[in-house]
């Protein structure tokens, strides 16, 4: 391997290591952004609430990011878990 091929080469592992950090840092700062968030329902669920069940615990645990953003907002309104999370 010549000096060029070995500079190239080398140029694109860099690339690739930089590539993979950026996605990595990305998907950690979503996850966090979601455990924030699960984290917030779950604060205001008990303040609004009482103790939240389990089959409410595992909804929230499972939930994708737009169903948690929904429910932080809807809770406001929501008269009880279920109509907020839906029927167990």
Known sequence: ???????EREKALQQGVEQ??????????????HQGVEGTLRKQASLKFGEIPDWADERIAAAT????DDWVV???EADSLESLLGKH
């Open 65 to 68: 990011d737009a169903q948690l």
């Open 20 to 33: 993979g950090m950026a996605q990595g840092m990305a998907q950690g700062l979503e996850r966090g952004r």
């Open 1 to 7: 391997m010549n000096t060029i091929e070995r500079v």
């Open 74 to 76: 809807r809770i406001l």
